[in-house]
């Protein structure tokens, strides 16, 4: 089992930043890829970035440019930089770790961008 625990969100102005933060505990040794995932009203769950333990990152088309996805291996923990937000960036974010076996969710954390 992995638990995963999201903070960071909030509101923001467009055009600004925000650090999305996930910490992983339980069963880490078998997570194979991290990542965030957003869902805003009325639209389906996407891929926003994610990053395996290889090192390797895939960002969503959108999101290129302007977010970027790094791990803290001593801290089980996986963020999430957003830069430039937009106010089609307006979603709840949850963390997702995969190990090869299940897929684990957060409880999900709101990012607000006003226009």
């Known amino acids: 089992q992995v638990q995963l625990v999201e903070s960071g969100g909030g509101l923001v102005q467009a055009g600004g930043s925000l650090r999305l933060s996930c910490t992983a505990s339980?069963?880490?040794?078998?997570?194979?890829?991290m990542g965030w995932y957003r869902q805003a009203p009325g639209k389906q769950r996407e891929l926003v970035a994610a990053?395996?333990?290889?090192?390797?990152?895939n960002y969503g088309d959108s999101v290129k440019g302007r977010f970027t996805i790094s791990r803290d291996n001593a801290k089980n923990t996986v963020y999430l930089q957003m830069n430039s937000l937009e106010p089609e960036d307006t979603a709840v974010y949850y963390c997702?770790?995969?190990?090869?076996?299940?897929?684990?969710w957060g409880q999900g954390t709101q990012v607000t961008v006003s226009s």
């Open positions: 997702n770790a995969y190990t090869g076996h299940s897929p684990y």
């Open positions: 339980g069963n880490t040794f078998s997570i194979n890829v």
């Open positions: 990053l395996t333990s290889g090192g390797r990152t």
